[in-house]
């Protein structure tokens, strides 16, 4: 069974910090890794995709970086504003379950001024 | 670009009733959509995922004369939920794959919260 764990699952950082958020599966035979979030009571946003060819990408102050060896990919936040505070997914495709996402349970972020 | 909507965003409806939610891509094409229901402080659970001019597949478990799916076209998919009861509510969510994109990249729509009374 394909698996992914997320670490924390919960997070609490006053404004201004850099954080790591985790996300860890079971099959390295992945397609693609994405990170989104979602606001209480709203669908998701996409954040970042990393296709299993690439080790990181970077949008803004968000960087996700993919080691398929070890199974793992983290979201890096920098410099946190309780405009982020949100649960963060990460979810994979890939293996045998190719074309489906399989989520994470999620890090729940706040981010306190 | 790259937006999918849903609708309704909230449905309240009385115990064995059917309700149907609709997801589009606006602005691009979805040979593929996926559906998902969400609970409370828990993560999406994948429902089935609906092909264009074909049937659905479902997840194991996942009753498929309860969820009636359709695809009738590339930017339309629709969710129906037969004979509703009070365990049906939740939180439902579609996403489409773009049919352009090599990535696989999935778009979330906002999301039906289903209330059944």
């Known amino acids: 069974k394909q698996e992914v764990t997320q670490i924390p699952a919960a997070l609490s950082v006053p404004e201004g910090e850099n954080l790591v958020l985790n996300c860890s599966f079971t099959?390295?035979?992945?397609?693609?890794l994405q990170w989104f979030r979602q606001d209480p009571g709203k669908g998701l946003t996409s954040l970042l995709l990393?296709?299993?060819?690439?080790r990181e990408q970077t949008s803004g102050r968000l960087n996700a970086s993919l080691d398929k060896s070890s199974g793992r990919s983290t979201l890096y936040i920098a410099a946190s504003q309780p405009g982020d505070s949100a649960t963060y997914l990460c979810?994979?495709?890939?293996?045998?379950?190719?074309?489906?996402?399989?989520f994470g349970q999620g890090t729940i972020l706040t981010v306190h001024p | 670009g790259a937006v999918v909507s849903q609708h309704p965003s909230w449905v309240i409806c009385k115990s064995g009733t059917s309700v149907k939610i609709e997801c589009r891509s606006l602005?691009?094409?979805?040979?593929?959509m996926f559906w998902y229901r969400q609970f409370p402080k828990q993560s999406l659970m994948l429902m089935a995922t609906?092909?264009?001019?074909?049937?659905?597949?479902?997840e194991q478990g996942v009753e498929k004369d309860k969820f009636l799916i359709n695809h009738a076209s590339l930017t339309l998919s629709t969710l129906t939920v037969t004979s509703a009861h009070p365990e049906d509510s939740s939180f439902y969510i579609c996403?489409?794959?773009?049919?352009?994109?090599?990535?696989?990249?999935?778009?979330f729509g906002p999301g039906t919260r289903l209330t059944v009374l």
């Open positions: 996403s489409a794959r773009d049919s352009n994109l090599v990535s696989g990249e999935q778009f």
């Open positions: 099959d390295s035979a992945i397609y693609n």
């Open positions: 990393i296709q299993s060819s690439q």
């Open positions: 979810a994979r495709t890939g293996g045998t379950s190719y074309g489906k996402l399989t």
């Open positions: 602005d691009f094409q979805a040979t593929t």
């Open positions: 609906s092909n264009e001019g074909s049937k659905a597949t479902y």
